[in-house]
Nanobody, 121 residues
């Protein structure tokens, strides 16, 4: 199994910053990509930012210029630096990872448990 543990959420005032972290562990042979999704009340889960190890990054239009994703392939970790936060950024943020399992070498997709980001106006 692959486990993702997120941290860094919380309550912040509009205009403030937060940094989310996610660490993957378990039966991992290689990690291909990691990313952050979010789900606000009454809305569908949406991609916020993603990173392909050895490739590039992509962002939702709504966060471009404010959020920055980075990762450490060797440590199977991903970070999301969120600046200039807005009330509309309020959501549960989920870490996502895609890679290959050790031994059986099958693909996996894993999700974290979610961390709440609450931006007050």
């Amino acid at each position: 199994q692959v486990q993702l543990v997120e941290s860094g959420g919380g309550l912040v005032q509009a205009g403030g910053s937060l940094r989310l972290s996610c660490a993957a562990s378990g039966n991992i042979y290689s990690m291909n990509a990691m990313g952050w999704y979010r789900q606000a009340p009454g809305k569908q889960r949406e991609l916020v930012a993603g990173i392909i190890f050895g490739g590039g990054t992509n962002y939702a239009d709504s966060v471009k210029g404010r959020f920055s994703i980075s990762g450490d392939n060797a440590k199977n970790t991903v970070y999301l630096q969120m600046n200039s936060l807005k009330p509309e950024d309020t959501a549960v943020y989920y870490c996502n990872a895609e890679g290959t399992r050790r031994y059986v070498r099958s693909a996996f997709v894993a999700w974290g448990q979610g961390t709440l980001v609450n931006v007050s106006s």
